[in-house]
């Protein structure tokens, strides 16, 4: 069969594959700090010649910020479009790091070989995975099975502020007939995992101001109010004592989970206190009578992130502030709209305010949830592909965390996006020490090229 001699050429070439992608992971292309504005060029430029070398149709695209990246390769049948990003996330602190985070290496552990450094699951080794199929699969056969277009970011990490314009600017070209991403990760150890729906966020920051200018506790105490005190008697009204959002309105029009997707999600074999116990915690403190995939996957959330107020530094000191302020997130889930709720959430803080005290908003993005059709075909051909591939059946999941880019594939270009990734729980993704599974890597290049079998 065709599939099996691009699987054996994948097994055959791994040590390159790994190689190309170490090369890769070299390159310190940190989107958020301008001083490595040239790394993240470099490693713009490092994908178009590897792509060009492959017969895509390779080219760096300008943004007001950091490149992109589009290769386009034509063929029959489907068109197919997968999207990755090439920037990484700092690296501090970085005396946390037990190796250079820029000088990648592959590690022998406990549980195995891993791939150490910077980006290597976040998400260049991802973003390799289909690009090494693709290899496997032109050495093979001489061509591609299909038409593909690849989408690399380099501002993921910082925002993605050039992302909407330049997918508005450039829809004809990038449409297709599915998006494929992989940036998400595995159910455990060795469950593939399509996530098919991912909670939106919305971030707010306020700052209360009472007094003019910081008082002397013992001269003002009492008979001044204390934005510490307005502000942490508002937050402590967030939640009531069964963990359920106060924000009037805020549960409207959320649709409950269907039996079939409970009982989906059951079979998983999910642990609340499993999972809560790897960070030292035990019971779980959402909505009571909730599961634990429900409220990580499909309820909604409002946390509070950072509080600052009064003085904070080493010592005492009687202070009474003249300001404080929180930083408040939302992951939203569908039905929920992120710039209405928005509106209701500073409306319900701003009726809990005294009359001395005045309030500043500072908006941080308001990106709603993005729910799959599973009635595309490519899903149930990429599920089974992958259960081909992996010790157990692949499944679909949700994803507590927000993935902006599949919901603007969805508004911006009117198509669905195929999530499935291969990181796992413990890859410290945005922390010290990064690393990916070698055999996620492989097995990963493995999945791309079973599923670009299954769907053309």
């Known amino acids: 069969m065709s599939l099996d001699a691009v699987l054996a050429k994948i097994d055959a070439d791994l040590d390159p ?53 589009v290769a386009h390769y034509d063929g029959p049948g489907p068109h197919l479009l997968f999207y990755g990003h090439y920037d990484v996330q700092p690296v501090d602190p970085l005396d946390l790091w037990e190796s250079a ?108 101001t009472g007094p003019s200018l910081d008082l002397h506790s013992g001269m003002y105490g009492g008979i001044a109010m204390n934005p510490v005190r307005v502000l942490t008697k508002i937050l402590g009204g967030l939640h009531d004592d069964d963990g359920r959002v106060q924000v009037p309105g805020f549960y409207d029009g959320i649709p409950e989970l269907s039996n079939a997707q409970k009982a989906s999600w059951d079979d998983l074999g999910f642990s609340d206190e499993g999972f809560l116990g790897e960070v030292g915690l035990g019971k779980p403190a959402g909505e009571t009578g909730r599961s634990g995939l429900e409220m990580i996957w499909s309820r909604p959330t409002a946390e509070v992130n950072g509080i600052i107020g009064g003085y904070t530094g080493d010592g005492f000191k009687t202070v009474l502030p003249s300001k404080a302020s929180a930083k408040v997130s939302f992951r939203l889930v569908e039905g929920q709209d992120p710039h209405h709720l928005r509106e209701k959430f500073r409306a319900w803080v701003e009726a809990q305010l005294p009359s001395d ?33 992996w010790p157990r059946p692949a499944a679909f999941v949700g994803c507590g965390g927000s993935i902006p880019i599949a919901g603007h594939f969805k508004t911006i270009l009117g198509m669905d996006a195929l999530l499935a990734g291969f990181g796992k729980d413990d890859d410290a993704i945005h922390s010290p020490n990064e690393k990916y599974d070698l055999s996620s890597f492989h097995k990963g290049i493995r999945s791309w090229a079973r599923i670009l079998d299954a769907v053309t």
């Not at 289909?130 to 690849?150: D, M, N, Q, Y």
């Not at 993921?156 to 940036?183: H, R, T, W, Y």
């Not at 150890?189 to 971030?203: D, S, Y």
């Open 17 to 69: 594959a790994v190689a190309r992608l170490l090369d890769l992971l070299r390159i310190p292309s940190i989107s958020t700090d301008p001083a490595f504005a040239s790394d993240c060029d470099a490693a713009a430029d490092w994908l178009v010649a590897d792509l060009t070398g492959l017969g895509f149709d390779a080219s760096k695209r300008p943004t007001p910020g950091h490149p992109m990246v």
């Open 101 to 208: 985070p820029f000088e990648p290496a592959i590690e022998d552990t406990a549980k195995g070989k891993v791939i150490r450094g910077r980006g290597s699951s976040d998400d260049k080794g991802q973003l390799m995975t289909f690009v090494e199929a693709c290899r496997a699969w032109k050495s093979v056969h001489g061509t591609l099975p299909c038409k593909i277009t690849l989408f690399f970011e380099g501002e993921e990490e910082s925002g993605s502020p050039s992302l909407v314009p330049f997918m508005k600017d450039n829809a004809d070209e990038l449409s297709a007939d599915i998006a494929l991403i992989c940036d998400t990760g595995l159910f455990g150890e060795e469950t593939p995992a399509i996530v098919t729906q991912l909670r939106g966020l919305l971030g707010e920051e306020m700052t209360i």
């Open 357 to 389: 005290c005045k309030i500043e908003w500072t908006g941080h993005g308001a990106s709603a949830a993005g729910i799959m059709d599973t009635s595309h075909p490519a899903f149930e051909k990429a599920k089974a592909a992958l259960s081909d591939e």
